[in-house]
C-alpha cells in the first residue's frame, strides 16, 4: 500500500496538474459564472413559480433559434468547468434572476485537478489524525465537466413578432433581415420566414432595428403592406398588427 506524508503528495499533485476553476463550497458556479444580457421587451409572469428545467443540445444556435421562434428571450447564460455540481445549484440561481425556462448541457471535461485532490487528502487526513494518507483513498470517480446553461424568460405577445438584424456594410439588399419568427405572431400570419430581408412596413423604410419598433408602434392594431425581398425576388404582404396594452 502506497503511503506519503500528506505535504510532499499536495506538492507532487501541484507540479503535475495546472489551475482549473475550483469554485468554492459556499459559492454557486451557475452565480459566478453568470453573463446577464439585456432583455428590452416585456416579460409575462411566470405560468409557475419554480423555474422549469430542460436538457439543452449540442446546438446552442439551434436551440436559441427554437426559443425565440417560441416567443422567449435569453435573461443570460453561465458557462464553467467543475466537478459534480447538484442540480439544485442551478434551480437555485434560475430563481434568483426569475427564469421561466432554463436549458442546460454537461459534457465530461476531464479528470479532478490538483485543487480538488488536495482537499480530498486534507480530509482524509483529518478523519484519520495523521501526516500520512493512503493513495488508494482517493476518489478516482471524479471526473470534471463542462457546464452550459441559458436562462430565458416569456415576452409578452409581440406587435409585429420578428426578431432582426440590420444590414451589414457589405451587403448589397438594404433593409432587416429576419433572423427568426415568433410563433403564432403577426408576422407568421403574413407569412414572413427567416432570412426575408423586411424593407417596408407601412411608409416606415427599415434602414436599422429602431425603424421596426417605431413601425410597430406607429401601426399597432392595424393593416399595413410589408414589403421584403425572399430569394432576390420582391415581394409584399398584408399583415395585422397587435394592439399595444
Known sequence: MRRLPVVLMMFALLVQTHAHLNAAETENPYAVAYKAKDVKAGILPPDDPEPRIYKGSDNKDADYQRMLEKGFDMLGYSSFEAGDVPPEKLVEHARSIKAHLVLVSTKRSGDVPASVKIDQLRKKARENNTDT??????????????????????????????HVRGPAKDEKEKGLTVLAVIADSPAERASLQELDVIKRIGDVTLEN???LSQAAQRYAGQTVDVVFMRHGDLNKA????????
Do not use: F, H
Open 133 to 162: 494518507v493512503d493513495l488508494d483513498s482517493l476518489d478516482k470517480s471524479s471526473v470534471r465537466y463542462t457546464y452550459y446553461a441559458s436562462y430565458w424568460v416569456k415576452l409578452v405577445p409581440p406587435l409585429i413578432g420578428l
Open 209 to 211: 432595428p429602431e425603424a
Open 238 to 245: 398584408t399583415m395585422t398588427l397587435n394592439s399595444a396594452n
